[in-house]
């Protein structure tokens, strides 16, 4: 089964990370009803697939990985980009010909193409039986039910409060070392290009004690990092009277305890100290450097941080209302290399050619990522979402090809920094940690170092799993190489 991390492709460009990697279930344990899940974006949706795929074997539904044995087939979907959407429409007309030779099956859509379109893809996608929006999993079952009555099932209510956070999510595709843990739900940042506030809801941060509760089970089985996720995770504040931000914020006199996101990271590195932990996403506006201190304080805390510019140019990052500047944002990342070091891995996520964006301000994206000095970069170009302030307020108004353009010149500036990155690393000894086998050769291991970096090494005794002293030796753009060090 394969490994989703070695499915994303880091540097392709408009497609990278967030639309272009798909997972499916693990084999069916031979149940009689078997649900069949692909899950399209952003590392939350699997995670979210995961919390699907409990709440519906709670219903009988065991998972399977080949949909043509399915009685259920749910595409976990993402709206962020225009072309997220079009992948989904094309395998809803795939799956249209199974449909035909098996008429029980069911068909739902779930996630933010869900929440983005509601009945709209009920009509426009005959085929498809649910639509079921990113808060109202627990009503699968119940959906499934009205389905298999003759109905069709709709539920895209967003909640304030939902997080999941008392679901023990079944882990799918897993290599049972690394597994993401969903620490918050939502967004209350507002970026004019962004669809995900719409889709997803209010930002609501999920109760630290369920959070390190799943790393500790998670440990206990073997599991040996952890990636803890959400949109903003710097925004993370969760009290026992409230969980939503924007209302724990109003009521901030009658709340007692306070966990801030420094303090959820403290927990989870505390489960055990050979627990790597990971985070995603940072935003610029609330990286706090008590954050940078307590990566610092645990050596199991890796020392990477993904730090998404979006556009080096201050006048672009004001209409994408991002609400730092070119020169707020290089503080950051001083600050990250005063705390942890030449070493801590950035890495950043870039729009080309944003509404009105000059030639001039796009060399300030070129050169603030010489700058920075970026390890790798999530690429794409601007694509208009409805609905968002951008759509609204801004003409889409770059050519296709000029953005393409641009969107070229900065991957082939990563791909000159990573190289530089890689090769400053040629002659460390670092610590990493064996994740699988390497795709070219049996006789070599994946495993990655604590700056997020692919570290391929001979096999020798090795096992997944393992952590390993290893020199580096060689490197490409996009990989390092190194020998066990005995
Ligand atoms: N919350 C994260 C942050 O603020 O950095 C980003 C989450 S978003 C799912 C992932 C990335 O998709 C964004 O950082 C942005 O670069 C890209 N993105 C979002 N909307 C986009 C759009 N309309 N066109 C092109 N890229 C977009
Ligand atoms: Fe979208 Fe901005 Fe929220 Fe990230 S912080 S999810 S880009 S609105």
Partial sequence: MENIIKDIDIISGEEAKTCDFKVTADENTGKSRRLYIESYGCQMNFSDSEIVASIMKETGFDTTSDYKNADVIFLNTCSI???????????????????????????????????????????????????????????????????????????????????????????????????????????????????????????????PYSITKEAQELFDKGYKEVTLLGQNVDSYKWSPQENNKARLNKKASEITEVVHFSDLLEMVAKVNPKLRVRFSTSHPKDITDEVLYTMK???????????????????????????????????????????????????????????????????????????????????????????????????DDIPLAVKKRRLQEIIDKQSILSMIRHKREIGQVQEV?????????????????????????????????????????????ATLFGEIIN
């Fill in 297 to 395: 304080r645990y050596d199991n805390i890796c020392k990477y941080i993904h730090l998404p510019v979006q556009s080096g140019n201050s006048r672009v990052l004001d209409l994408m209302n991002r609400t730092y500047d070119r020169d707020w944002y290089l503080n950051r990342v001083q600050k990250i290399r005063e705390i942890l070091g030449e070493d801590c891995g950035i890495s950043s996520d870039m729009i080309a050619g944003f509404c009105s964006e000059t030639e001039e301000e796009h060399q300030d994206t070129l050169s603030i990522m010489d700058i920075v000095q970026y390890d790798f970069s999530y690429m794409f170009y601007y694509s208009e979402r409805p609905g968002t302030l951008a759509a609204k307020k801004y003409p």
């Fill in 81 to 207: 980009r225009d072309k997220a959407e079009q992948t989904v429409r094309k395998r809803l007309s795939q799956f249209n010909q199974i449909k035909s030779a098996n008429p029980e099956l069911k068909i739902g859509v779930l996630g933010c193409m869900a929440e983005r379109l509601k009945e709209k893809l009920l009509e426009e996608e005959k085929l498809v039986d649910m639509v079921v929006g990113p808060d109202a999993y627990r009503d699968l079952p119940n959906l499934v039910g009205q389905v298999e009555e003759g109905q069709k099932g709709i539920n895209t209510f967003l909640s304030r409060e939902e997080t999941y956070a008392d679901i023990s999510p079944v882990r799918l595709n897993s290599n049972g070392v690394s597994a993401f843990i969903s620490i918050m739900r939502g967004c209350d940042n507002m970026c004019s290009f962004c669809v995900v506030p719409f889709t997803r809801g209010r930002e609501r941060s999920r109760d």
């Fill in 433 to 477: 940690l064996v994740e699988g086998v390497s795709k070219r050769s049996t006789e070599q291991l994946k495993a990655k170092n604590s700056a997020n970096k692919v570290v391929i090494i001979p096999k020798g005794d090795l096992k997944i799993g393992d952590y390993v002293k290893v020199k580096i030796t060689d490197c490409t753009s």
